[in-house]
């Protein structure tokens, strides 16, 4: 049996907690340094198959900003990232916009819808 | 028009909005917060990534949805007004506040209290000093995630990154999605000024080398920059000859740090610490004039943005109380030093009331002078040890809060002090 640990740190938040994750034949059978829950659900995804959230912006029509902050509702491949953020760069939605507002579904058929990171209300010239 | 306050709040980002909102909750009727931007969230609205509000709200946040939960806790409030494109230009001591709207005009404002949560700026170039050539496509990282984020343009394509600090990652990032190349990241300390989650989500994602001990030595260009020619550097942070070589780029990006925005504090004439370079507070976020409070990035430059908001809590509360007439007014001060490897700590001293309150708390918020692992960090008041915490890691980049238990409050002596034991 291959045991291996590996030193990483968890990104799920600031904290960034140092983990020391153990690895026996590919899979992950303990984790330690965490502070929260999601530190172990972190390893174990970054040992099989890492994911991130994507924050980045869609063109707005209407709004006070040319621009409207969105994220992923959840985390994407990781691998697949860049190719989600050059897809938005092609979106262009109309105010008003609320928060939590679904702005592309089902993203590149990855599962995972983007949605607006803020209000952009109707701005009157 | 001339109205008594409660509580005057000067800056309208999430430690202003949690001040407000905490001022409230401890039962100031007149509360108002005026902010100089058009509309409320400070600095956070351009900060469109997420990671933020974990710990205060206890669920993940983009910078914009941290700002919009702080927003939505003040509005609707009979008690809290809030003024957007309004410009604080003077602050008194007697707590008349002096601020400029397009539309209403001068404003002069008197409060029992006030609170200054103005936030902080970025270091430029010029309080660094970068030798060479002065061509376009030199920017600080904020004022580029500003146009990036919420402007909706690029500063350029080719992107070098001075120094480490968490704009600058953030931004490396940023600029990868919009299809630009970033270069590289240059920081002259031996270690990265980021927290440890951005080097891996934003430079090792992306396959962004960062040079650790290097510095810009030149920029290159006429009109524009064409390229940087960088060095590394010693122990005392000096280029060393014949490691210099070329990166090309259009684009210098600035993440050379943040100063807190203190010039109306000065104008008070408040005692200010110059390690942190925000003034000097006590446990309840009070400075050294009698009913001014302070907090967030004015006060010292945060990383987490849920630490702001329980500090401006705690400004809030302890300002209502004393717009109430509820503080103690016989109190003794401990002075609370930064010794050992910790380089400061916030509160810089501590109000000691007679008769210690029930639900007294002092909670002490540190950044240590350089990285270490597995130390020890000591909080002591004469002889007496008031908490000893084992950190597996301690660094710069990471603001370290801990808690003194009330149990060893009657310890308490003339001083505290805070230290690193190895
Ligand atoms: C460019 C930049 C990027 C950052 N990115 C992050 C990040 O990604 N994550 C993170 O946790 N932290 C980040 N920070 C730190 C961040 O500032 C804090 O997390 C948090 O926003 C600080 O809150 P604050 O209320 O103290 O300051 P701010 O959010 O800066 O709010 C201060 C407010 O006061 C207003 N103001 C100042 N002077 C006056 C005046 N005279 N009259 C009226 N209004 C005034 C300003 O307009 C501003 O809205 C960043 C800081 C900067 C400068
Ligand atoms: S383990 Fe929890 S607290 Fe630690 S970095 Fe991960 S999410 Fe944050």
């Known amino acids: ?85 050059c897809y938005l760069r092609g979106v262009k939605v109309q105010a008003p916009v609320k928060t939590g507002d679904v702005i592309v579904e089902n993203i590149l058929d990855l599962g995972v819808n983007i949605i607006a990171s803020r209000d952009m209300e109707l701005h009157e010239q | 028009m001339s109205q008594l306050y409660d509580v005057i709040i000067v800056g309208g980002g999430p430690a202003g909005l949690s001040a407000a909102y905490s001022a409230w909750e401890n ?21 469109i990534h997420n990671g933020f509000g974990l710990h205060h709200f206890k669920e993940e946040l983009t910078g914009p949805g941290y700002a919009h939960k702080c927003i939505e806790l003040v509005k609707d409030k009979l008690e809290i007004e809030t003024l957007v494109d309004t410009m604080v230009l003077d602050v008194q001591s007697n707590k008349t506040v002096i601020a400029v709207n397009p539309e209403k005009g001068l404003l002069k404002l008197e409060g029992k209290t006030v609170i200054l949560t103005m936030g902080c700026r970025e270091r430029t170039r010029g309080a660094i000093r970068i030798p060479g050539e002065r061509p376009a496509g030199v920017f600080t990282a904020g004022a580029a995630q500003r146009m990036v984020n919420m402007e909706g343009y ?37 270690f990265s000024n980021g927290l440890t989650r951005n080097i891996v989500q934003c430079l090792n ?38 490691t210099e070589f070329d990166i090309e780029c259009d684009t210098v990006l600035l993440s050379v740090g943040l100063i807190p925005e203190n010039e109306l504090s000065r104008g008070l004439d408040l005692d200010m610490n110059p390690l942190t370079n925000g003034p000097v507070v006590d446990q309840h976020r009070e400075t050294s004039l009698d009913g001014f409070f302070a907090a967030g990035n004015v006060v010292h430059v945060h990383d987490l943005v849920d630490f702001v908001s329980e500090e401006a809590e705690i400004a ?28 400061t700590c916030v509160p810089q001293k501590i109000t000691m009331p007679a008769q210690i309150p029930a639900d007294e708390k002092i909670k002490l918020f540190m950044r240590v002078a350089a990285p270490h692992r597995k130390v020890k960090l000591v909080v002591k008041s004469g002889d007496n040890v008031l908490l000893n915490r084992p950190l597996p890691v301690a660094k710069p980049s990471e603001m370290i809060a801990v808690e003194i238990p009330a149990a060893k409050f009657n310890l308490i002596g003339e001083e505290i002090s805070v230290g690193l034991v190895l």
Do not use: F, W
Request: proline share 6%; charged share 20%; with cysteine.
């Open chain 1, 1 to 85: 049996m291959a045991v291996e640990t590996r030193v990483m740190n968890c990104i799920m938040c600031p904290m960034g907690c140092e983990l020391t994750v153990t690895i026996e034949d590919g899979n992950v059978t303990n984790v330690t340094g965490n502070t929260c829950p999601r530190g172990p659900i972190y390893a174990k995804n970054e040992v099989t198959a890492p994911k991130r959230m994507l924050t980045t912006t869609v063109a707005i029509e209407g709004g006070a900003l040319p621009l409207l902050p969105v994220v992923s509702a959840d985390v994407l491949p990781k691998e697949r990232i860049l190719d989600c953020a």
């Open chain 2, 27 to 47: 039962g100031a009727k007149k509360i108002i917060v005026i902010e100089r931007d058009r509309e409320l969230g400070g600095i956070l609205q351009q900060c």
């Open chain 2, 154 to 190: 690029l500063p350029g394509h080719k992107i070098v990154i001075l120094g480490s600090g968490d704009i600058g990652l953030i931004m490396a990032r940023r600029m990868s999605l919009e299809g630009c190349k970033v270069q590289a990241c240059l920081e002259i300390c031996p």
């Open chain 2, 205 to 242: 994602d992306y396959d962004i080398p960062l040079y650790l001990s290097h510095t810009i030595v030149a920029i290159h260009g006429e009109k524009r920059v064409t390229g940087i020619t960088v060095a590394k550097v010693d122990e005392r942070m000096t280029p060393i000859p014949g």
């Open chain 2, 316 to 343: 809030g509360k302890y300002a209502a109380l004393k717009a109430q007439g509820k503080l103690s007014s016989d109190n003794r001060t401990v002075k609370v030093s930064a010794i050992d490897g910790v380089r």
